[in-house]
T-cell receptor
Framework: AQSVTQPDIHITVSEGASLELRCNYSYGATPYLFWYVQSPGQGLQLLLK??????LVQGIKGFEAEFKRSQSSFNLRKPSVHWSDAAEYFCAVGARKEYGNKLVFGAGTILRVKS | GAGVSQTPSNKVTEKGKYVELRCDPISGHTALYWYRQSLGQGPEFLIYFQGTGAADDSGLPNDRFFAVRPEGSVSTLKIQRTERGDSAVYLC???????????????FGPGTRLLVL
């Protein structure tokens, strides 16, 4: 069965500092990988996705993620964090089924930004 | 254009009562998904519709949960005999539903926060 592990429940970084959020997945085939962000009272917003090809993918809001098959990881990075990035971040793997595609999410990482 | 909408945004009910949660997907999206997000957890898949039919209901926790989508657009998630453990945020998502075996991006609504007292 597919699973996603986000080892860090909370992370605090200073504004302007770099950020890396960890994600490890378990999936028997080529994974479809996603990062979503959820702000309080808001729905999940897609930051970026990996389907195939270049293992470094760029997303919105200056985020990027790197797929490493050997490590079963898909870590999210940002070179300089802004206060508005404070939110909860979810990594997900797409579990393919013949007639539909459900997402399997990790438990999330809450990002706090210090000024 | 309008995104996925869900009503109500909040619902408080008493244990044992029946509730209905509504999802209005993005216009033209034929695929619709329900997820449940418990406190401190990531969303968990409940059910997926392609058009009017439930193509995958493997995530429904038990027979108290049921969902319909009679006209292939709006969907209603129904919970009978609610229990305190049903308290969670119920998220709806939609996607185009036309890509066959190709993955489609799912667009999420803001959710309905259900509290069972």
């Amino acid at each position: 069965a597919q699973s996603v592990t986000q080892p860090d429940i909370h992370i605090t970084v200073s504004e302007g500092a770099s950020l890396e959020l960890r994600c490890n997945y378990s999936y028997g085939a080529t994974p479809y990988l996603f990062w979503y962000v959820q702000s309080p009272g808001q729905g999940l917003q897609l930051l970026l996705k990996y389907f195939s090809g270049d293992t470094l993918v760029q997303g919105i809001k200056g985020f990027e993620a790197e797929f490493k098959r050997s490590q079963s990881s898909f870590n999210l990075r940002k070179p300089s964090v802004h206060w508005s990035d404070a939110a909860e971040y979810f990594c997900a793997v797409g579990a393919r089924k013949e007639y539909g595609n459900k997402l399997v999410f990790g438990a999330g990482t809450i990002l706090r930004v210090k000024s | 254009g309008a995104g996925v909408s869900q009503t109500p945004s909040n619902k408080v009910t008493e244990k044992g009562k029946y509730v209905e949660l509504r999802c209005d997907p993005i216009s033209g999206h034929t695929a619709l998904y329900w997820y449940r997000q418990s406190l401190g957890q990531g969303p968990e898949f409940l059910i997926y519709f392609q058009g009017t039919g439930a193509a995958d209901d493997s995530g429904l926790p038990n027979d108290r949960f049921f969902a319909v989508r009679p006209e292939g657009s709006v969907s209603t998630l129904k919970i009978q005999r609610t229990e305190r453990g049903d308290s969670a945020v119920y998220l709806c998502a939609s996607s185009l539903g036309t890509s066959g075996n190709h993955w489609e991006t799912q667009y999420f609504g803001p959710g309905t926060r259900l509290l069972v007292l």
